[in-house]
């Protein structure tokens, strides 16, 4: 059967599920949550209704595949993430799910499966808005979690991540001990089909591009900066020790750095996307004592992201030097850049070419699970599907032709391995 016909059944999945997880804004999907959950279980049911296998892995992943498959075979694997960011929006991760199960209904349904047998795996825990971690699933899957990551504490809940996870289903003693969940001697290829979570496609008209590469990251979820309160009327600036203006100023040189890599041609993007003080004793007259904020920096290159992030502590050494402060970090977060397979990524090149879709190469700013699949060894693809309003808000407004068309290109990749 041609693919486009499912156009309506993929409208119904997303449709359901954004009702599943609507919190009155966006939808909600936390990482081994409620709304998480919620939309594993719709799935499952959706599967078993239409003959497919629906069943976890030991990381509690949802795993997708016909009966009748050759489970010692090596398979295309397909997937992506079931959790969204707090008040996010539809798209993001799920459909990279949808794509695959789209593509595991028309093998049943036409009783045509591929040559190479298809897998879709729906990841829980990609997030890291909800433990200050990503990749949690498929890290638990490719052993990939430390103790130090199991002892992360939910934001809002204050559980553990192993606790979590345990809750979920997952073989947390086989997690703890970084056991290889996943046998990636039965991998063909990895497949994930995301949203562009930029404006890049928007603007140049693209519905799909295929993905070459994906930055990695340098984090840090809290620093702290410790200066001394006092009156804002009493203290005069040249004995402040105002934690504030420290940060401000911190802020203000990384972006120059930052202002001149760009000149240079150096790939890096910088984030502090949060800054505070502490409501219980903030005020308009008060010199700010302590001001938490958070660190990112993202690049394709391992020694962009390590030579910024030693620039960060050089310029944190001096500013407590002129400013009498002094900054306390909590523990890094790296994630590795990586390189997606030539092959594939010539695959799916072809098959948009034959398709008749326009499409370009575009580089991967956010993070995705097929990063760690990546830097496994194991040959990844990836396409991206053109989104308007930017990706983790409510407006996520990917075209659902431009989904089927991202689909078609999937079914034929895998028809072509």
């Known amino acids: 059967m041609d693919i486009l ?32 959950t919620a939309a594993a279980d719709y799935l499952r049911e959706f599967a078993l209704r239409e003959g497919i296998e629906a069943g976890t892995d030991r990381a509690a992943n ?67 808005a ?62 994930e089909l995301h949203i562009e979570q930029g404006p890049v496609m928007v603007a140049r008209g693209l519905p799909l591009a295929v993905v070459p590469g994906i930055r990695g990251n340098v984090r840090h979820n809290r620093i702290a900066c410790i200066g001394e309160a006092g009156h804002s009327g009493a203290v005069p600036r040249w004995l402040r020790k105002d934690a ?19 000149e240079r041609g150096i790939d890096l993007v910088v984030t502090t996307g949060m800054v505070s003080t502490s409501p219980e004793e903030h005020s308009v007259s008060r010199i700010p004592g302590t001001v938490n904020f958070s660190f990112e920096a993202r690049s394709k290159s391992v020694d962009t992201l390590e030579g910024f992030y030693q620039l960060m502590r050089a310029e944190c050494k001096a500013i407590c030097r002129d400013r009498g402060v002094c900054f306390e970090f909590d523990r890094r977060m790296d994630s590795a ?26 580089p991967s700013g956010a993070g995705h699970d097929a990063s760690l699949f990546a830097n496994a060894g194991i040959p990844t693809g990836m396409l991206f599907i053109r989104n308007e309003n930017g990706s983790h808000n409510p407006g996520e407004a990917m075209d659902l032709d431009d989904f089927m068309l991202g689909t078609g290109v999937l079914e034929q990749a895998i028809g072509s391995l």
Not at 8 to 35: C, E, H, K, M
Not at 163 to 191: H, N, P, W
């Open 5 to 36: 016909e499912l156009k309506p059944l993929a409208a119904q999945l997303f449709n359901d599920i954004r009702a599943l997880s609507f919190d009155g804004v966006g939808v909600t999907r936390g990482s081994y949550g409620a709304g998480e």
């Open 62 to 128: 949802l795993v997708f595949h016909l009966p009748e498959a050759d489970r010692d075979a090596p398979a295309a694997w397909v997937g992506s993430h079931l959790d969204s960011v707090p008040q996010g929006g539809n798209y993001d991760g799920l459909a990279g799910i949808v794509a695959g199960i789209l593509c595991l209904v028309g093998q049943k349904r036409s009783g045509r499966p591929s040559n190479v047998p298809l897998k879709v795996i729906g990841f829980r825990g990609e997030e890291s």
């Open 337 to 362: 850049p990586a390189t997606m397979d030539s092959q594939l990524s010539g695959l799916l090149a072809e098959k948009c070419r034959l398709q008749g879709t326009p499409f370009e190469l575009v």
């Open 130 to 191: 909800w433990f200050g971690k990503a990749y949690m699933g498929s890290g638990a899957a490719l052993g990939k979690l430390s103790a130090d990551d199991l002892a992360l504490r939910h934001r809002q809940s204050g559980q553990t991540l192993a606790a979590c996870m345990e809750a979920a289903g997952a073989d947390i003693e086989a997690v703890r001990a970084q056991t290889v969940l996943f046998d990636k001697s039965k991998v063909r290829a990895y497949l």
């Open 244 to 262: 504030m203006f420290a940060v401000a100023e911190l802020i203000t040189r990384l972006d120059e750095h930052w202002r001149v890599l760009l």
